[in-house]
C-alpha cells in the first residue's frame, strides 16, 4: 500500500507540473492604442486580462508548441457620431519562429467563452454579457510556410456598432507544429471602422518553448 499511496503522489506531481503556466498574468489593462478618424472621432482600443499558459505538448513531438490563451479585447469610440460607429473587433497573434519546415498553425476556440456587446446599464459590463457565448467554437488553422519569418493571423473577428464593447475568450486552445526552436506569440487588438479607418494594439510577446 505505501508503493501504490508513492505512486499516486508521484503521478499528482508530474500532472501538477504539466499544467504549470510558463508566464505571469497580466491582470487589469496590459495594452491601448488610439487613432483619430476621418470622421474626427477618437477610436481606442484596449486589451485586458492577457494570459498565454504554456503547457507540454500531449503529441510529446519537440516539435510542437501548445497553449491556452485567454484574455479581452475592448474597443471606445468618443467623439460626435460615436453612438452610429460601425466595424469590426479583431483578435490574434503574430507568430515568430527561428526555422521551419511546412509549419501548420491551429488555433481552436471552445467554450467556456464570453461574449460582450455594448456597455450595459451606466457602463456596467455586467449588464451586457450576451447569452448564448458568441462563439461556442470557432477553430482557424493556417500553413505558415518555411521559416525564419513572422506571420500574424487572425482568429477571430466580431461585427460591432456603437460606442462601446467587449468580446472576451476563456481558454481558446492553440497549437504550433514543426517549428525548430522557440516561438515567441504577440497577442494583438483591431478596431476596423467601416469606413476604412484602423487602429492595432500589441501586447508583450509571450514565449512558448
Known amino acids: ?14 500532472i501538477a507540473a504539466l499544467f504549470a503556466s510558463t508566464g505571469t498574468s497580466h491582470a487589469g489593462l496590459d495594452n ?3 487613432l483619430v478618424d476621418g470622421q474626427g472621432r477618437t477610436l481606442t482600443i484596449q486589451q485586458w486580462d492577457t494570459f498565454l499558459n504554456g503547457v507540454f505538448p500531449l503529441d510529446r513531438n519537440r516539435l510542437t508548441r501548445e497553449w491556452f490563451h485567454s484574455g479581452k479585447a475592448t474597443y471606445i469610440v468618443a467623439g460626435e457620431g460615436a453612438d452610429d460607429f460601425e466595424g469590426t473587433l479583431e483578435l490574434g497573434y503574430q507568430v515568430g519562429f527561428p ?14 467563452n464570453i461574449a460582450f456587446d455594448g456597455w450595459g446599464l451606466d457602463n456596467n459590463v455586467v449588464d451586457s454579457i450576451v447569452t448564448p457565448p458568441l462563439f461556442p467554437g470557432v477553430s482557424i488553422s493556417a500553413d505558415l510556410g518555411n521559416g525564419p519569418g513572422i ?10 456598432s456603437g460606442s462601446g464593447g467587449s ?15 522557440g516561438v515567441l506569440l504577440r497577442p494583438f487588438a483591431r478596431l476596423i471602422s467601416s469606413t476604412g479607418d484602423s487602429v ?3 501586447g508583450a510577446p509571450w514565449n512558448m518553448n
Do not use: C
Open 99 to 112: 526555422w521551419s519546415l511546412g509549419v501548420s498553425i491551429n488555433f481552436s476556440y471552445t467554450t467556456p
Open 32 to 34: 491601448e492604442l488610439s
Open 1 to 14: 500500500m505505501k508503493v501504490i499511496r508513492r505512486v499516486l503522489i508521484a503521478v499528482v506531481a508530474s
Open 151 to 160: 506571420q500574424e493571423v487572425a482568429t477571430f473577428s466580431v461585427d460591432v
Open 200 to 202: 492595432t494594439t500589441y
Open 167 to 181: 468580446v472576451a475568450v476563456s481558454n481558446a486552445h492553440g497549437t504550433v507544429t514543426g517549428a525548430a526552436g
